[in-house]
């Protein structure tokens, strides 16, 4: 199996930045896409950036400009740096990765981490 283990979220005031962190462990072969998602209070599950193999990125419109999806492949980690961050950014961020483990492969996820973002 893998394990995806993120770190950086926490509290922010608007305006203000973080960084987040998605390290994935485990006997893998290969991982294709990597993406952060959010769920905000109360809404579902929203696609933020991907990133793929070939270091093609796809952002969502709201964060276009503002946030920045990246990964060392190298070390199986992929990051989200978040500038310029506003209130409506409050939610759970979510890592995915779309990989070849050594007896299986899809799509898995971490755990989430917390952003909130005060005004």
């Known amino acids: 199996q893998v394990q995806l283990v993120e770190s950086g979220g926490g509290l922010v005031q608007a305006g203000g930045s973080l960084r987040l962190s998605c390290a994935a462990a485990?006997?893998?072969?290969?991982?294709?896409?990597m993406g952060w998602y959010r769920q905000p209070p109360g809404k579902q599950r929203e696609l933020v950036a991907r990133?793929?193999?070939?270091?093609?990125?796809n952002y969502a419109d709201s964060v276009k400009g503002r946030f920045t999806i990246s990964r060392d492949s190298a070390k199986n980690t992929v990051y989200l740096q978040m500038n310029s961050l506003k209130p409506e950014d409050t939610a759970v961020y979510y890592c995915?990765?779309?990989?070849?483990?050594?007896?299986?492969?899809?799509?898995?996820w971490g755990k989430g981490t917390l952003v909130t973002v005060s005004s």
């Open positions: 995915n990765i779309n990989a070849i483990l050594s007896a299986a492969r899809g799509d898995y």
């Open positions: 990133i793929t193999s070939g270091d093609n990125t």
């Open positions: 485990g006997i893998i072969r290969r991982i294709n896409d």
